[in-house]
């Protein structure tokens, strides 16, 4: 203790003279073995710390991944009602999902209601056999046979189209142009006409030179129309489709008429734009696609054995479903892209009324059951209805859907 007490004494009397004791700094000193080791030690502590925060970042990831990979394989078993509206439906009406909205059209009138039941307009028409024509927000009714043609959008009336000659079909653009096809008895004429009723262009056609038309559809901004023709002659049946523009471009050609393709042996009952550049066309033997938004040309002819049930399309995919002859279920169905690639190929064995393809799901259903698909084609949900459902939404989220029923309107969630 005593040699302890003198040290110390030592070190003050240092101070007090102003001498510096180098013993107390010698640990300050760069290079000296306490400073190596407290850099070492403070590196190895930022280590430590970079190597928890990796460890940390990682197993989130991985917890991530687990929950990502949880959620796209779960199938889900049943469905709860998280919110209901209930409303009366006169047994006549039909019902359709117009852009997120619900359309109901009959022979007597329409009307347009948000899914929690709000009457946005009404409009009312005497009709013998309404014919609905929709694009995106934008629907047509017109009469078979009739003289008018009815467009509206999600939020009111944007005009009436009155014809002179009869009405046998129509189609309409998302900004409301509408071509019609008209019976002027010697020749078929295709009449464009904006939303207001104005005739913005016409051309004629003949049986002899073109055949009659059996399918038409407008791109979404209203220049171009495609138009499948069917002929007779010789005995045999052919088909032609012809594409018309009507923007700067289709000046140049006589009717319009930009490109055109021939098929033989063949009818071609439907014909879709996708979009402004893509079109697709069934025939009882084969898929075609097309592109070009000023001059659309063939970019692939799919020809098919087995006989197509039906067909259903949006603007990314169009799906054909047969009767499933070489498997175990009784339908299948095979999805192409815009650019006529097989993406997937689905087999069920539900009697669907109707397939519905949304962002997040394949939606095949009946007014009493119903299958859901990812678009991995996996399945998600399979099950019953406890009510029967004229109508079904889908909003984007693929375990929640807005269903319509008799008496209510229900948005349900997937359990």
């Not at 970079?50 to 990831?61: N, P, R, V």
């Not at 039909?94 to 009307?111: E, P, R, T, V």
């Not at 190929?345 to 939606?363: G, H, M, P, Q, R």
């Amino acid at each position: 203790m005593a040699e302890i007490r003198d040290f110390n004494r030592n070190r003050y009397l240092l101070k007090s003279e102003g001498l510096k004791d180098d013993s107390a700094d010698s640990d300050k000193k760069p290079g000296s073995k306490k400073q190596g080791t407290m850099d070492t030690m403070l590196a190895r502590h930022r280590h430590v710390k970079i190597y928890t925060a990796l460890i940390i970042f990682a197993l989130l990831i991985l917890m991530a991944l687990g929950m990502y990979w949880s959620w796209k394989t779960k199938v889900y078993a049943d469905y709860e009602v998280v919110q209901q509206t209930e409303w009366t439906k006169s047994s006549e009406s039909k019902c359709i999902n117009l852009a997120g909205f619900l359309f109901l059209y009959s022979n007597d009138g329409m009307s347009c209601t948000d899914t929690k039941g709000k009457v946005i307009w009404n409009r009312t028409y005497e009709m013998q056999n309404p014919m609905v024509r929709t694009a995106d927000k934008t629907v047509a009714v017109g009469d078979y046979n009739g003289r008018n043609i009815y467009i509206c959008d999600t939020q009111g009336s944007l005009g009436t189209i009155e014809t002179t000659m009869p009405i046998r079909d129509f189609c309409v653009s998302s900004n409301g142009i509408v071509a019609a096809v008209l019976d002027d008895s010697t020749v078929t004429a295709i009449y464009l006409y904006s939303s207001a009723g104005e005739q913005l262009a016409y051309f004629k056609t003949t049986m002899s030179k073109s055949g009659y038309p059996i399918a038409i559809d407008i791109s979404d901004d209203g220049t171009q129309v495609a138009v499948s023709y069917i002929k007779a002659g010789g005995g045999e049946i052919s088909s032609s489709i012809g594409f018309y523009n009507f923007a700067a471009v289709g000046q140049n050609y006589t009717d319009n008429l930009v490109s055109a393709y021939g098929y033989s042996d063949a009818v071609v009952p439907l014909i879709g734009f996708m979009d402004n550049d893509t079109v697709f066309a069934v025939a009882d033997n084969r898929l075609m696609f097309y592109q070009g938004r000023q001059k659309p040309e063939s970019i692939s002819d799919i020809l098919i054995s087995d006989e197509i049930q039906s067909v259903f399309y949006d603007e990314s995919h169009v799906g054909l479903v047969f009767f499933n002859s070489a498997g175990e279920t009784a339908y299948r169905m095979e999805i192409y892209d815009t650019n006529a690639v097989k993406t997937g190929e689905l087999d069920f064995d539900l009697e669907y009324t109707d397939v519905i393809f949304d962002t997040a799901s394949i939606v095949i259903r009946n007014d009493n059951e119903c299958i859901i698909y990812d678009w991995d084609n996996r399945l998600k949900f399979e099950g019953s209805f406890t009510e029967r459902v004229i109508c079904m939404l889908p909003t984007g989220n693929i375990s929640r859907y807005t269903i319509v029923t008799e008496n209510a309107r229900q948005l349900i969630e997937l359990q």
